[in-house]
């Protein structure tokens, strides 16, 4: 630091660094700023070379075999049958759909409550303790709480709902919502602590109570943030593969109540894609589940982080 | 499944480590890489297991995930020998020829596929026609008091159906052997991935029926003994029925090699065929190929 900074100094500052000394410094400079490129790019590449894969196996098959409206409109999903295989996913876009549905009916509540709690009510020990407990939910990795849904969960749906089978759309429903619940929570409570303070002394200078504080100034003002959380638990919900596999019974079925197994697209992939052979139509149309796949949760996440920028814009 | 998976890699791995710590011996090993059918994966891991002691410069990797698997990694040329429970389709051989790759089949067992069903549910005896109803499209067999019993703890009576992924080498031979050549399944029946799975939903679902090797069987699940004919003599699963060939449902079991085997995978095949190998295949309670006297 120069102890006066003058025009001329300045100047002459600026003047250097115009003619860049080459030395080792000016090298390594040069280099993290290629490596900083390159790592910033690389998410762009990365997701640009996955579509441009996934559409690439799957695009032959959907120009030359698949009709589309059959593929969205039907139910019979049997590609292995020999003399006519049928590519319908209606019935896996309605089980994956019914089960995410169910999560959020169940996780929405619960993790908005758990925000609220955490962001408005808790202090001190109690609200950091919570903070790391609800962190910890989304530790546990998905083939447990699979786990948890074929080998406890099924028996006790049977049992206590008198049905034939505990795997279904219940089961796979309260897996899933457990599963989202952490990461909703948490981009929830941000939303919260990201609305103003002032707001609050302001309502509560009025005469507001606590939660006519939360429930007519809070939440209004972190409405976005608050879709978002729920966008990126529908995203969750959506990708989610091993957990909805083990305990949606993976069952081709139109679900008409919550006891029906179902089959979500995900767990369709995942079961069937390693036993076929590359390049067959098989393993295309598992593709072309792909593709819609990754069409969703893009425009899901798309959505939230776009309802995401709308606050910060604010 | 994923157990057998894990082993696999667990064994692979270990070979892998045992292979690198040989030293001297190092240049001399081959490792031989087994994939394949669920159905066989336990019986090719012992097998692997025990020809160490009778060649230790041969490590063999098995792995699983199903008959299709290894018949997809044959025609990829990735394994050198392909487990399956099921032959390979015309369209498969095809695409092998394709890519320069000549298959031939060896039989190396058979296994009696056993129908299986809640100890609670009292039915003693299926014929191979009713499963063809309670699986078929159009299944016309849809609850447990249509076959005349009353399973306990299944309230609704309805046939919860347990069936495979539809790649499997399992699923494909029941299609073939109960539902024939043509029809197809009824959609709808609880596809699991892996045999295991299959006996481990059953035994928790009064209402559930399903398929698997006998290999697989356990004292918590029940048998029935399934018959050809409605009239016609029902026979119990089990390793002297499927070798004499009177259970319904017994299918042989393939090991895949690419063209004519030759030098270590000649030895091992010869070595699985012997006495010694059939006897590792009995003793996992599947039927060898021919009789063998086991101590």
Not at chain 1, 18 to 43: P, T
Not at chain 2, 38 to 44: F, I, K, P, R
Not at chain 2, 64 to 79: A, E, F, K, L, Y
Not at chain 2, 153 to 167: A, D, K, P, T, W
Request: glycine residues 10%.
């Amino acid at each position: 630091m120069e102890p006066q900074t003058t025009d001329r100094a300045r100047s002459r500052r600026e003047r250097r660094r115009g003619e860049d000394r080459r030395d080792r410094n000016w090298y390594i400079d040069k280099a993290v700023q290629a490596l900083v490129f390159i790592g910033g790019i690389s998410g762009i590449l990365f997701i640009i070379g996955i579509f441009v894969f996934i559409t690439k196996e799957g695009y032959g098959f959907i120009a030359e075999t698949l009709d589309i409206g059959e593929f969205l409109t039907s139910p019979r999903w049997r590609p292995t049958s020999d003399h006519n295989p049928t590519y319908g996913a209606l019935a896996l876009i309605a089980g994956t759909t019914s089960v995410t549905g169910l999560a959020m009916l169940v996780s929405v509540p619960f993790s908005l409550g758990a925000a609220i709690y955490i962001g408005e009510f808790a202090k001190g020990r109690t609200r950091e303790t919570l903070k790391i407990l609800v962190e910890l939910l989304a530790a546990i990795p998905s083939v447990v709480w699979g786990f948890i849904g074929l080998s406890i969960m099924n028996p006790l749906i049977i049992k206590t709902f008198n049905v034939p089978i505990g795997l279904n759309v219940l089961n796979s429903g309260l897996i899933l919502g457990l599963m989202a619940a952490p990461i909703m929570t948490t981009i929830a409570e941000d939303a919260l602590k990201a609305v103003p303070d002032t707001y609050r002394e302001a309502a509560e200078a009025l005469g507001a109570t606590k939660w006519q504080v939360i429930y007519r100034v809070v939440l209004p003002a972190g409405k976005n943030g608050l879709v978002a959380a729920v966008l990126l638990g529908v995203g969750r919900g959506f990708g989610e593969t091993m957990a909805v596999l083990m305990a949606s019974g993976h069952s081709i079925n139109l679900p008409t109540s919550v006891f029906d197994s179902v089959r979500a697209l995900t767990a369709t992939i995942a079961a069937e894609l390693g036993e076929t052979a590359v390049g067959s139509d098989h393993y295309r149309a598992l593709f072309t589940l792909g593709i819609l796949l990754f069409v969703v949760t893009f425009v899901i996440n798309l959505t939230a982080d776009l309802v995401v920028r709308g606050i910060r814009k604010k | 499944m994923k157990q057998h998976l894990l082993g696999g890699f667990v064994l692979a791995i270990t070979l892998v480590l045992v292979g690198c710590g040989g030293g001297a011996e190092r240049s001399s090993r081959v490792v031989l890489q087994n994939k394949g059918s669920d159905t066989l994966v336990n019986v090719a891991q012992a097998w692997a297991e025990a020809y160490k002691e009778v060649n230790p410069n041969l490590a063999i990797a098995v792995s699983g995930g199903g008959s299709g698997t290894g018949i997809s990694s044959m025609i990829n040329g990735t394994v050198d020998i392909a487990n399956s429970s099921r032959e390979m389709k015309d369209k498969e051989l095809e695409m092998a020829r394709k890519n320069g790759i000549e298959p031939v089949e060896h039989t190396v067992g058979f296994d009696a596929m056993a129908i299986f069903v809640h100890p609670d549910n009292p039915i003693e005896k299926i014929t191979l026609a009713q499963l063809a109803e309670i699986y078929g499209e159009g299944a016309t067999i849809k609850t447990w008091d249509q076959l005349g019993v009353e399973v306990p703890g299944c309230r609704s009576g309805e046939i919860i159906r347990v069936s495979r992924q539809n790649n499997s080498g399992t699923y494909v031979y029941f299609k073939e052997a109960v539902l024939g050549k043509t029809r197809d399944y009824e959609l709808g029946s609880r596809d699991m991935h892996g045999s295991k799975d299959v006996v481990d939903l059953v035994e928790h679902t009064p209402c559930a029926i399903g398929y698997s090797g006998l290999a697989y069987a356990n004292e918590h699940v029940k048998m029935p003994c399934v018959a050809k004919q409605a009239d016609g003599a029902c026979v119990a699963p089990s390793v002297e029925t499927a070798l004499d060939r009177s259970y319904a449902i017994a299918r042989p079991l393939f090991m895949y090699t690419s063209g004519e085997p030759e030098g270590a995978v000649k030895e091992y095949l010869n070595w699985i065929l012997s006495d010694e190998g059939q006897c590792i295949i009995a003793r996992k309670g599947y039927a060898p190929v021919a009789e063998v006297s086991c101590g």
